[in-house]
């Protein structure tokens, strides 16, 4: 039975908006617009646009002179209903994007990993599975996600959700480069290293068109 839930919300912030505060949980935020700060208890890190931050700790968003707008995504007990906005910040405007039940073992320590994939028009990530599930959204042009015995096509702002172990084959769009932002759990001992494996040998042998950038991982405290 899945015990914590994984939610991606997109938050935007005017310029000049005060200080948001944010509870302690594990936590990435990508900066799709403008920057922000994110100040924890003893630093601050600057994210400009398209980069991104993860921690488990409380922390205080801070928006800069422009309009800001993140994509945040966060684990908490799924007992906890989503926040319909953020906390006594009514200038700014939240929409939970997506949210799914995940499972994880809890005999393993957790990485969370935001990062970037990227492909040329008409490329395809081979029948693949991942170590842990995530929530991945599509920043540019379009992407097929076959799992499960189920299609579905994605562009940009649109998100979904991949378990990990179950196999997932996804080509990309003729027309133009696709890019997509993901965040997801993986087993600490992943740290630095990929988390993809091919199901077939021959995909495994076979070049690799897509692109990786990981913006940020870090050794997260689940939830109880």
Do not use: N
Not at 14 to 37: D, F, I, K, N, S
Not at 140 to 150: A, D, H, L
Not at 195 to 205: C, F, K, N, P
């Amino acid at each position: 039975m899945s015990d914590l839930m994984l939610r991606l919300f997109e938050d935007e912030l005017p310029a000049h908006c005060p200080p948001v505060y944010l509870p302690a949980t594990p936590r990435a935020v990508y900066v799709a617009q403008g920057e922000a700060t994110l100040e924890d208890a003893t630093s601050g890190t600057l994210v400009v646009q398209g980069a991104a931050w993860v921690g488990d700790e409380a922390v205080a968003l801070v928006a800069g002179t422009a309009p800001v707008r993140v994509w945040r995504w966060e684990v908490a007990s799924a007992a906890t209903a989503a926040a319909p906005a953020l906390p006594s910040a009514p200038s700014t405007r939240t929409t939970l994007k997506l949210e799914a039940p995940i499972a994880l073992d809890r005999g393993f320590e957790w990485l969370m990993r935001c990062d970037e994939v990227g492909f040329p028009p008409a490329g395809v990530a081979l029948t693949h599975v991942h170590q842990g599930p995530g929530i991945r959204i599509c920043a540019e042009g379009e992407i097929e996600i076959e799992t499960q015995g189920r299609l579905q096509r994605h562009g940009p702002g649109e998100a979904w959700f991949e378990l990990g172990p179950a196999p997932v084959l996804a080509p990309t769009t003729e027309r133009e480069p696709t890019r997509f932002v993901r965040c997801f759990l993986l087993p600490r001992q992943l740290k630095g290293r990929s988390s993809i494996r091919y199901v077939r040998q021959e995909d495994a042998d076979a070049p690799k068109v897509q692109t990786y950038r990981v913006f940020a991982e870090r050794y997260v405290r689940l939830p109880q």
